[in-house]
């Protein structure tokens, strides 16, 4: 058992080697490619959930997927916590079309469209200018309005595609990070290429908070995507995702081991792949036993301390850590914000709002319904509880 041939890849967006328990997924997308290929009508994709349950992983599968089936796609591109609209659509706006035109020839056509991306990142005054050996196009995607902007670039491209008898993909990580105004602009722009039964599709990741927010952003949306929630492993597809990997290389593991593995690390796909990882390297010998498994226990806390917990408590002003803190001391689940007020020490919830807010900002909690709020990173209360308890 060589660590230079460890099969596990514990990281952000580091794809494992075996993605367990996500084959309803990768059907859903499947059905999209093929009806929109067809002309019919499907609704783009939106996948939410915690830190480390896989929605980047799974976004990359299904970029390989568009690509196999003769897709133009964007790649899988993150967007930032105050991003250039304009700037991040144009971008994968000329990452689609270029793609297509590595496959056709119909220069021209692509042309007249990458005008159009230019006059989309130009149309509001100081927004950075997208290197393209074209002209802005005029009276397109130029007139400043995000919401007609962005609906005449998607409607250009969808046209393009259709020419060519192929797809275009948006695949658009940490959409949480948009501001409500870009949130709307793709609501309506989606909507207008479905209406129009274009081929062009978007499938969006981002914390739980996004679907409440692109509701917000416009009421229709509830119906214009199709939402799923990506969480915690089922007991089997976990254990598959744990010894999966071992196993292609000849590596088994006890029953009880890989049984404890999977409960210690509560289903959760980053969890499972940081025990793989310390168990190959410690384990002398096939199969990895529960021996084994108490060795390694304490390096993998410690790994997920400094690594996936502890950047994110970092995160916070020391005001807001202890309002973690106080957060995790009330035990699992949503809490009320009026009693996280209390075990913070302050009486009045009001006093403490602007810590909320500003974690909830931050990405580390988010508010699964009113009056309530709950962390985003997945068994943070309990580190907060062994490492940081409130005073």
């Known amino acids: 058992m060589n660590k230079r041939d460890n099969p ?22 499947q059905s999209l490619v093929e009806r929109l290929g067809a002309g019919s009508y499907e609704r783009s994709l939106v996948y939410t959930g915690l830190r ?4 980047t992983v799974l976004l990359m599968e299904l970029d390989v997927l568009a690509s196999e089936a003769g897709w133009a796609t964007t790649d899988v591109q993150e967007v930032g916590s105050q991003p250039d609209f304009r700037v991040t659509f144009a971008r994968m706006a000329a990452r689609l079309l270029t793609n297509m035109s590595r496959r056709h020839r119909a220069r021209e056509r ?39 902007d962005l609906t005449e670039l998607l409607q250009e491209i969808g046209h393009v595609a259709q020419a060519n008898q192929m797809g275009a993909l948006f695949l658009i990580d940490e959409m949480q990070n948009l501001d409500a105004q870009s949130l709307a602009a793709i609501c309506i722009a989606f909507q207008a290429v479905s ?37 915690r492993l089922p007991d089997a597809a976990a254990r ?28 959760y796909p980053y969890f499972l792949q940081e025990y793989g990882l310390e168990l190959w390297n ?36 020391e005001t807001e850590q202890r ?14 914000v009026a009693a996280v007020a209390k075990a913070f020490g302050a009486n009045d919830q009001k006093r ?40």
């Open 52 to 55: 480390g349950v896989g929605k």
């Open 110 to 148: 692509i042309d007249r469209a990458l005008s159009v991306v230019k006059a989309f990142s130009l149309a509001f005054p100081g927004s950075v200018e997208i290197r393209l050996d074209v002209e802005a196009a005029t009276g397109t995607a130029d007139s400043g309005d995000p919401e007609q």
């Open 195 to 231: 209406r129009d039964a274009l081929p062009v599709a978007m499938v969006g990741a981002g914390l739980p908070e996004l679907r409440v927010r692109l509701w917000s952003a416009k009421p229709y949306a509830d119906r214009l995507f199709s939402y799923a929630e990506l969480g």
């Open 352 to 391: 403490v709002s602007v810590h909320r807010e500003s974690l909830i900002r931050k990405g580390l909690i988010w508010s699964p319904r009113r009056g309530q709020v709950d962390f985003t990173v997945p068994l943070f209360g309990e580190f907060l509880r062994e490492n940081h308890p409130v005073d």
């Open 8 to 29: 596990y890849t514990p990281g952000a967006g580091r794809k494992p080697r075996t993605l367990a328990g996500r084959d309803q997924d990768l059907e859903s997308f």
């Open 240 to 267: 598959g995702a744990l010894i999966g990997p071992a196993a292609a290389a000849g590596v088994d593991y006890e029953e009880d081991t890989a049984r404890q593995v999977v409960a210690e690390a509560a289903g």
């Open 282 to 317: 410690y384990a002398e010998r096939s199969p990895i036993t529960l021996e084994d498994l108490n060795g390694v226990r304490g390096i993998v806390k410690d790994s997920l301390a400094h690594s996936f917990f502890g950047t994110r408590f970092e995160m916070g002003t």
């Open 323 to 336: 309002y973690l803190s106080a957060m995790a001391s009330l035990g699992e689940g949503p809490q009320a």
